[in-house]
Structures are given as C-alpha cells and as structure tokens.
C-alpha cells in the first residue's frame, strides 16, 4: 500500500468542504482546517486555543453537551445540526460527526468534522414553515375540511368534521364520502368526484345525513391534489349551509309574501327610483289611472303626469326625497277629475313610494255629519255616534243631560259598559249586542244607570251608517228616557195585580157569605121561629136556645174570621216595617210549642244566621212560623218520629224562609189548587177550621212575598217562604 506524506494529509484537510478540527478534554480547538475560512470566516489560528461552546448558539448548548459525553462510551458521535457563530455574526447551521482520538498518539484529542448545512436547513424551514401554514389552514379551518383519495374514501378531516357529521375521526377515516351523502343527492355528489378528479375545482351543493340521521345542506368546495405532476386524491372544505337556505328561502318567502300583500292593496300604491321612474304599480294605482302595469312601469311620473308639478304632491315628493321623512297629507285635485285624496309618502333605499286613498265621499260624509250633528246638539233626546265596534265618537248635549257624563268621560268607552248595571236585563242586554251585530236599524228599551247611581229607562233607536263600498262606518244611536212611562206602567201592572187579587178575594168572600154565612143564619133564623112556639118551662125550649147560641156564635167566628183577613191586607200595606231578628222570632214560636215538641219526641233543626235582620212585620213572621209548626205537628207521621227543619238562605230577591217537616204528607196533584182557600180542610178526621194556611199566604203577600209547597203523601212537606225583605244592619 503507498504511504503518503504529512504535507498530503494537510494538503487534503485544508482543501476539503468540510471543516475538520480538533478539540482537548476541554473543549479548547487544538487543530483547525483552512476551510474554517471558508465555511465560517474564521482564520484557524483565531479559533485556536479558543472554546468551542463560546460559538455554538445559546439554545443549543446543552443538547451538543449531552450529546458530548456520550464520547467516552461510543468513540463516535453524530451530532445534529446547530447553530454556529460566524465571524459576520451571522448564525450558521452546523452538522458534526465527533470522533473521540484523545488515546491515540498523533492526534491526543476529539476528532470533529463539521459540515455547512445551512442551505439545507434553510429549505428546510421554508418547508416547515409551509406546513406548519397548511396545517393550521387544515385544522383551524373554521369550517369542515377533508382529504378523500382517489377510491373516494377519506384520509384525514379535521376537528370540525365531526361537529358536521357527527362522526369521529376513527370512524370517518377509511369511511367512503358515498356513506354520508343522502340518496338524493347521490348522484350530484358522484358528478362533482368525477369533474374534480379531472382536474376541475367547484362548488356543490349536496344533502347528507349525520351519525344521528339528520339531514343537513352542505356546501363542499373540492379540488385536486398534485404532487410531481400526480393526481394524489381530493381535498375539500364542506360549510353547513342548513339554516343560511333556510333563513334565504324564508326571505324569499316573505318577498313573495311582500309583493303578494302590496297586490292585495284595495288602495292604489306604487314606488319610484331616484329618477322619479316607476319601479312598482300596484293594480289598484294601474285601475285608478286606467292603464296596464306595463305601460307605467319605467315611465317618468312627471311626464306620465305633467299636471302634478303645479301640486302640493310635487313639493311634498321633493320634501320626501331629500328629508328621508314620511309626510301624510290631502289634496284636493280638479284635473283630470274632481277629488280629494290623501297622501302618504315615505323613503325608500332608492327613492319613495306613494300609497293614497280617495276620501272624496268621506269628507262629504263628515261634512253631512258635522251638519247633523249640529242639528242632534239642539234636541232634548241623547244622540251617540259610535265607530264599528261600538266605541263612542261623539255625543250631544242631551246626551251629557240624561246621563250625567260629560263628553271627555264617554269617548272611546260603550255606551253599555258605562250605563248597564246591576238590574239590568241580562237577556235584553244581549239582544242589542246580537242586533248590533246584525248591522240592521233596531229598537229597544233597556234600564240603565245614570253616572249617579239613578235608574233611568232609555229607549233606544240605533242606524247602521254604511259607506260606498258597503263598509260600516259608524252606529247612530238615539236615546229617549221613557222612565215615567215605565213608572206608569208598573203602576199600572200593580194595580192591575191589585185588582186581580181583590177580585179573587171578592168572590173568596161571595163563596164565605153563599157558604158558610148561609148556613148559620139559616139555622139561627129557624130556631128563632121555633123558640117563639115553645113554651119556656120545657127542656125543648133549652135545647133550641142552646142551638140558636151556638148559630149565632159560628156566624160570629166567621165575621171575626173575615175582619182578620181584611185587617191583615190593610196594615200590610200601611205598617211601617221594622228591624226584625228573624233567628229571635223563630225561637220565641219554638219555645211556645215547647211542650208539644217535647210530648212528640220532635227534631228541630234550625239554621238561621243569628245576625240576620229584616226589614218586615214582626207579628206576621211569628204568625207565619207558629202556623206551620202547628200544621207540622198536627199532621206528624204515626210511623216515625217528627223532624223540623228551619232555614233561612240569601236569595237574588231577598231571603228564602224554608220550614220541612216529615209528616203525612200531602198529594200536590189533588190539592194544589185549593190548597191555600179559606176553610179548605183535607184532613176532616182531626180538628181545625181550614183558615191557617190562608192566613199564611195573606201574611206572606201582605209581606210583599211568595209562598210555594212540595209535598208528598208519607214523606213530607216543604213550605218555602220568598220575601223580598232587605237585610238591615
């Protein structure tokens, strides 16, 4: 084998690309090559005797260090590239291969040999640099992105994929697209692959459904992957576009719904650009100038309507346009045909619209109104005029007059909901609302309340006032007060009752005097003859006297019997009425019958409110009750033991006074109309003269009450007392 000399061994270290040197135990360079002037611009007699950490860049010491002591272990160590200081200050990148030669001889140090790889590790920066850009474009994408290869299965997605599909990673990779799309769209979905994988890039819009088996609108953007002139697969960003086509279609919807509601304008209404052409004619405006839609649209108003510019309108649009404010005004117009319209003008994004309704015959209708209402003012009746649905719009004086209301406290309100109250008719009430709302003119009388309090009885006479189209536009009501009338009325009716009852009383008596007068009479005037042809020693004569005494004294019972009932009619009506304890009165007749509720083992049950206080006759409320505890024990059932019950309960009119009893009983069906008749008796086997009951009923209507019976043979009977008493504190 040659041997070489020393100076070719220099020679070939000092002409060598890499940087060979040698360093001590301590780190000091030993042997430096030529091409450290080269490489790093250091002459080799400026690093000798030098440390060679000093050079290396702070951040990387430590790892070269580590790297270092592994020497005496493995002899040789590569070394990764760092950073090294060159003599321009500039860092350059390093890769080093230590050999550790401090045993041999020659060399009595670490062998280093160092080679300049800064290109490299410049291209690759640049490379991680990209990557790192493409990565975050990949994963912190805020919408989904994914890589598909050329069999349609997927490589990678990204985090957002899974919030898309609901699937995972795990479960999406290897996963083909076809899986997640819906079979409706299918076959676009295997259109756009086939475009792509062609080498077109484009945007599709496709349905797919999720883990969970909802369907989403997805918008996919996808294209080709290249690498060295290679189709390596598909990349491709999917957006969930559910509820931005939803929110677009739900605005086309109410375009639509938009255009639909300004066709259906019975008004004309139209728009116009900044240029004052027109963009939009409603078909009521195209009607009204009696011209097709298509005519005006694109025409300028001025020149389709020249005679507008010597109008308030022309001005107003001015205004409008250039204030960005909507106006609302009238106009009266003489060309091309007489009429009053009434304007609104507002802004709009590219100029104004313009809707306006010809009020032509409603401003003569309120010009008529004006003058009736003039006319209503002056007359004593109450005139109302009230809008649709019944709300007061003005009233006349005689109105403020019968009711007490000034015209401030009644606008806006219903006549009914101000002047009904408690005694209303409920029924005729709702007659009047149920004819309102049948729009024909109708007449009723009614009672109402003043603002005071005070009943007043209006009769009323209401018109329906309708406008050209048919359309109701107000009520005109007017009020007439008819109360004396119905005060007479009442009066009359009273009297009429009043008459009735006299009446019936007349011929109660007629029948007492053909009846039970004749009877007596009879007998006492036959015995009198008799007694006159007796002899007066004989036991005959006696017994004649007795029996005329006794005709005479039932004539006498019957007379006291009528007075009674004459009596009880009279102070009815003319008694002053006091504070009567009705739980009292019904006690103090309990304790009077003490002992023969006792001697029949009677119940009595008695529930009246011990607070409870009429407005009656105190004396009558006693008769009444002793008469029916004394009908109730004189009529008890052999059969079970009597009980009594007592109540007394508020009614709508007053109080009801109720008195049961379980006793005998009567057959309602038998005795219903004679049951209340002077000396009607139905009993015959026990004693009595038939004249209670009918005291009861005369005390009752003396009371200004009604008395009515439920009875039934062996259950029992039910008096049941209405009295139209007041309650009094």
């Given amino acids: 084998m040659q041997s070489h000399s020393l100076e070719f061994y220099r020679s070939v ?23 450290a002037k080269v490489i790093l611009g250091y002459a080799p007699q400026e690093l000798i005797g030098t440390e060679a950490y000093r050079f290396i860049h702070p951040d990387e010491q430590m790892r070269v260090d580590l790297l270092m002591r592994n020497l005496p ?18 860092w350059r990148w390093l890769e080093c291969t230590a050999t550790n030669m401090l045993h041999d001889r020659h060399v009595r140090g670490i062998l280093i040999n160092s080679r300049d790889v800064t290109e490299e590790a410049k291209l690759g920066y640049d490379k991680d640099y990209h990557q790192a850009y493409y990565k975050s474009l990949f994963f912190e994408h805020p919408d989904a992105v994914f890589t598909v290869n050329l069999k349609g299965t997927f490589q990678q997605v990204n985090q957002h994929m899974h919030s898309l599909t609901g699937y995972n990673d795990n479960q999406l990779h290897g996963m083909p697209y076809a899986k997640l799309v819906a079979p409706h769209s299918l076959a676009a979905a295997n259109t756009a692959f086939t475009k792509v994988l062609n080498g077109l890039a484009h945007s599709v819009e496709i349905c797919i459904v999720t883990a969970d088996g909802v369907e989403k609108e997805v918008s996919v953007t996808v294209m080709p992957v290249y690498f060295r002139g290679e189709l390596q697969g598909v990349q491709g960003i999917a957006k969930d576009v559910t509820e931005v086509n939803r929110t677009q279609k739900l605005i ?23 240029e004052w052409r027109f963009t939009f004619v ?13 005519e005006l649209v694109g025409k300028c108003i001025w020149e389709e309507c020249p005679y507008l510019l010597n109008s308030r309108f022309y001005q107003q649009c001015l205004d409008v346009a250039q204030h960005k404010t909507t106006l609302h005004f009238e106009e009266t117009f003489t060309s091309p045909k007489p009429c009053i319209l009434h304007f609104t003008i507002y802004p709009t994004p590219d100029g104004i619209a313009v809707h306006f309704v010809d009020v032509t015959l409603q401003k003569r209708t309120e010009q008529e109104i004006k003058k009736l209402s003039f006319v209503a003012s002056k007359t004593i009746n109450g005139v109302v005029i009230m809008d649709p649905d019944r709300n007061i719009e003005w009233v006349n004086d005689g109105f403020c007059r019968l009711t007490g209301y000034n015209r401030q406290e009644v606008i806006g309100r219903k006549p009914s909901e101000m002047l009904q109250g408690p005694e209303t008719d409920k029924k005729v009430a709702a007659q009047i609302l149920e004819k309102y709302r049948s729009q024909k003119p109708f007449s009723e009388e009614i009672l109402n309340y003043k603002k005071s309090g005070e009943k007043v009885w209006f009769y009323i006479d209401v018109t329906p006032i309708f406008d050209q189209f048919d359309n109701l536009v107000n009520y005109i009501a007017l009020e007439t007060d008819i109360t004396e009338k119905k005060e007479a009325e009442k009066k009359l009716l009273k009297l009429a009752d009043d008459l009735y009852k006299q009446n019936r009383d007349l011929q109660q008596f007629t029948y007492i005097i053909s009846h039970n ?21 004989t036991e005959t004569y006696d017994v004649a006297l007795q029996k005329l005494y006794f005709s005479v004294q039932s004539l006498d019972s019957v007379i006291k019997d009528m007075n009674n009932v004459l009596s009880i009619r009279d102070s009815g009506r003319t008694s002053p009425r006091e504070a009567v304890n009705l739980k009292q009165v019904c006690n103090e007749v309990l304790e009077h ?101 009918f005291l009861v009923k005369t005390q009752v209507e003396a009371l200004g009450g009604k008395i009515t019976v439920d009875s039934e043979p062996d259950k029992g009977t039910t008096f049941k007392i209405l009295l139209g008493a007041k309650h009094v504190q």
């Fill in 13 to 35: 270290v000092s002409n060598s690309m890499d940087l060979i040197s040698v360093v001590d135990k301590a780190g000091k360079y030993t042997f430096v090559g030529e091409s």
């Fill in 73 to 90: 272990v493995q002899r040789k160590v590569r070394i990764p590239a760092f950073r090294f200081l060159s003599k321009t200050g500039q």
């Fill in 252 to 274: 086309q919807e109410q375009a639509q719904q938009l255009n639909n509601i300004l066709e259906s304008i019975s008004e004309p209404f139209y728009a116009l650009d900044d």
């Fill in 282 to 294: 409603s078909a009521a405006f195209a009607s009204f100038k009696g011209m097709d839609r298509s």
């Fill in 517 to 537: 007068l004749r009877a007596p009479v009879a007998n006492a005037l036959g015995l009198a003859q008799l007694v006159k042809r007796l002899p007066k020693e």
């Fill in 593 to 693: 019958f003490e002992k023969q509720l006792s001697y029949a083992g009677a119940k009595v049950h008695v529930s009246i409110d011990p607070a409870l206080k009429l407005a009656s006759i105190r004396a009558y409320l006693y008769s009444i009750l002793h008469n029916l505890l004394s009908n109730a024990l004189k009529y008890k059932a052999e059969a079970r033991p009597l009980e009594i019950r007592i109540t007394a309960e508020r009614d709508k009119r007053g109080y009801a006074l109720t008195v049961a009893d379980n006793g005998t009983g009567l057959d309602m069906h038998v005795v219903h109309s004679q049951l209340f008749q002077l000396y009607k008796r139905f009993h015959p086997e026990l004693p009595g003269k038939g004249i209670g009951l």
